[in-house]
């Protein structure tokens, strides 16, 4: 029955995808499919229906659209700017220091705004044309922006590690949320490595030194912004409130940060809560379809048959680390992040933890391939918006970004294989 529900689950599904039929409705889809397979058609319009409300009725599932919410007000919120010359001031003393600037700046704001593909308009669209003045290379310029840009998803707040401890079966989100800032600043820290032998093999200027005051005007001014932060991931540690309560107070700390930057008017709120509204149905319709395929596997068994498969092939976690690692990459190649966290969470997660892997190690590892995901073709998001707002073709930016994305894989492993670097922060607040 494994055997069979994969093949009607996968091939529909894949076949609905091939056809442009939309990522959530091609779950939906393929998913009451296979159930009609082996259930009743009464049966299967039942389960599906509840299986749908079930998975959207969580109320872990409320931070994620408040901190969607608190993601488009700091967009909005004149943030990027104050950021930027943050990073300025933190990479500035390196060769290329303009590259190391949009890393930084993508890793900061990526971390507030909780989107890769916000952080790399935004901070793509100040510091291109810096570097273009400087004389640095267009396509190397986006490509370092869309190689930084998924780094801030890994770092918290994070709303796809939310996702995660959701279909994981209640993860902690706070051990999550300690968990992924040592293999976030690590993503980017490949970036910048690749970007320092680049930078002095072209000869690419360094940024003047900023006087005393220069810096700490430059250090007041983003104060602001980064505690965020500091309050949403201090309190929830912390055990002040917890992570829905914490993206509440996100969304409040963003309105009166908005108001004392005086970059929001009252005639952009519409625009704001509709991009959210937009937003959230979008995650939610996710969440509901993908908890029909979640039943739809575990009924028939396919996680566990896939586990016995990967199993057979090769009794070394090493080994099966790495099938899975290739296995997450090749997905992240056409498929967004939160549909495939949803979709093999429930898959992967298992074997893992047969390895004897915390599922708060996993979670990480999963993200981290699924960002790299992000940045490459066919359907990189990061990949496409990049290139938009530097206004260069995808073919000039692969060469350059390949560089990168080695770069990438190499922490990847590091992260995978070395579970201190996921769980040492964790472990030293006592959530593990």
Not at 8 to 36: D, K, N, Q, R, Y
Not at 233 to 250: H, K, Q, R, S, Y
Request: hydrophobic share 60%; charged share 10%; glycine share 10%.
């Amino acid at each position: 029955m494994a055997l069979q529900a994969s093949l009607i689950l996968f091939g529909v599904f894949f076949l609905l995808l091939a056809f442009g039929v939309p990522i959530s409705v091609g779950i939906g889809v393929s998913s009451f499919i296979t159930a009609l397979s082996v259930v009743p058609f009464d049966v299967a319009v039942f389960t599906a229906a509840q299986k749908m409300v079930q998975g959207i009725n969580s109320f872990a599932l409320l931070a994620v659209i408040f901190f969607i919410l608190s993601g488009s007000i700091m967009n909005n919120g004149g943030i990027a700017i104050r950021l930027i010359n943050l990073a300025k001031l933190i990479g500035g003393r390196l060769p290329g220091s303009l590259a190391h600037t949009n890393v930084v700046g993508n890793m900061l704001f990526g971390s507030i705004s909780g989107s890769a593909v916000a952080s790399a308009a935004a901070i793509g669209r100040v510091m291109g044309p810096l570097q273009a003045k400087e004389g640095y290379d267009r396509s190397y310029s986006a490509a370092v922006n869309i190689a930084s840009a998924p780094a801030g998803l890994l770092i918290p707040p994070s709303g796809v590690l939310i996702l995660y401890s959701l279909v994981s079966g209640g993860t902690s989100i706070s051990a999550l949320f300690m968990a992924g800032y040592l293999p976030g600043i690590l993503m980017g820290l490949a970036i910048m490595i690749v970007a320092y032998f680049i930078a002095k093999k072209q000869s690419y200027p360094v940024a003047e030194r900023p006087t005393f005051q220069q810096g700490l005007k430059v250090v007041l001014d983003a104060i602001p912004s980064l505690l965020l932060i500091v309050i949403v991931i201090g309190g929830i540690v912390a055990g002040i409130f917890t992570a829905t309560e914490g993206a509440a107070v996100a969304v409040l700390y963003s309105i009166i940060l908005a108001a004392v930057y005086r970059e929001i008017k009252l005639k952009d709120i519409p625009d704001i809560l509709r991009e959210t509204v937009v937003m959230t149905g979008i995650v939610l319709f996710l969440v509901g379809a993908s908890s029909i395929m979640s039943w739809v596997m575990a009924f028939t068994g396919i996680p566990t048959a896939i586990s016995d498969l990967l199993l057979q092939a090769s009794e070394n976690p090493i080994i099966i680390l790495l099938i899975m690692n290739i296995i997450l990459l090749i997905i992240g190649t056409f498929m967004d992040l939160t549909p495939a966290v949803l979709i093999f969470t429930p898959i992967f997660l298992p074997i893992a933890m047969q390895l004897g892997m915390d599922p708060v190690h996993f979670g990480i590892v999963l993200v981290f391939n699924l960002c790299i995901g992000i940045m490459t073709p066919p359907v990189g998001s990061a990949l496409f918006v990049g290139c938009s707002v530097a206004d260069v073709s995808i073919e000039s930016v692969l060469k350059p970004l390949t560089r990168m994305f080695i770069a990438l894989i190499i922490a990847l492993l590091l992260v995978t294989y070395i579970p201190w670097i996921s769980l040492a922060l964790p472990e030293l607040f006592g959530l593990l």
